[in-house]
């Protein structure tokens, strides 16, 4: 008997393959980024990055989520062409040796996503939820790809000076509101909704907003849990990003508990554990 059960949220087309959420989707995070907070500098290589997405999808993962671009707290910006010379080898490489596997590209530029999309990707994940390029949403609804719409308030730069809220869950929800209007305005029908642990909020805030996700379930959504290994873990606790996989793993439980569908994480294996403790 299973001990918890997702909550019931409408399906994604991945390119005709229909995504469901009767059971947790994991998925892996894959860097190629010589600066990301946990695993900055660990695939630079192409042998690098096939080593990586093989132990990901060997362990459970179900997207392969590529970042070029580190999105963490004071992250220096890049360029459009540099992010696109990070991402587009890897995705080529990936492409022609795991032709199954399902890759998601983690950027906030329009044009980033549409090369990506066009060399194999799926689906668009976008931290800043079409704020800091304004041609994002209607990219997104050309291409007619899933989209994960994350919340998030400035650029990776300045995001943590802007953490004033009245409320954060409603002001989050608020902010999803007018986003999905938007976006099924222009016809696109497949919505991920992240609610942007730590991206321009305090850890007290990180944590509300994990306690009450659950009320994000309004929107009828599928709803992507990304706290992996996250400062809100170690400076709460005093450790290192090395030392936070319990944390992690104790928040991701509280995650599925919650009716999360989808969690983004570091360590497929320990996550993939978590699902098949508690949803078989």
Do not use: W
């Amino acid at each position: 008997m299973k001990m918890i059960h997702t909550t019931a949220a409408q399906s994604i087309n991945l390119k005709g393959q229909i995504m469901t959420f009767d059971r947790p989707i994991i998925m892996g995070i894959l860097n190629v980024t010589p600066d990301s907070f946990f695993d900055g500098g660990q695939n630079n290589t192409i042998e690098q990055i096939l080593i990586q997405t093989r132990k990901l999808l060997e362990e459970g993962a179900d997207i392969i989520d590529i970042g070029a671009y580190s999105s963490r707290p004071g992250a220096a910006l890049i360029s459009s062409q540099e992010e696109l010379d990070r991402a587009l080898p890897a995705i080529a490489a990936l492409v022609s040796t795991f032709p199954d596997a399902i890759l998601s590209i983690d950027t906030f530029r329009a044009d980033v996503a549409e090369a990506c999309i066009h060399a194999g990707v799926h689906l668009i994940n976008d931290v800043s939820g079409g704020t800091i390029d304004p041609l994002m949403f209607e990219t997104v609804a050309k291409l007619q790809v899933p989209y994960i719409l994350m919340h998030m308030r400035g650029i990776p730069e300045n995001m943590q000076q802007l953490t004033a809220y009245q409320d954060i869950v409603t002001d989050v929800a608020t902010y999803f509101g007018q986003k999905i209007a938007a976006l099924r305005k222009l016809g696109v029908k497949d919505i991920i909704l992240d609610p942007g642990y730590g991206f321009a909020k305090t850890i007290e805030q990180n944590y509300e907003l994990l306690h009450r996700v659950d009320e994000l379930h309004y929107f009828g959504l599928p709803l992507l849990g990304g706290i992996s290994r996250k400062s809100m873990i170690y400076k709460k606790l005093g450790i290192t990003p090395q030392e936070a996989l319990n944390g992690t793993t104790v928040l991701h439980t509280l995650l599925l508990s919650k009716g999360v569908q989808l969690l983004r994480v570091h360590d497929v294996k320990e996550a993939k554990q978590i699902v098949d403790l508690l949803f078989s």
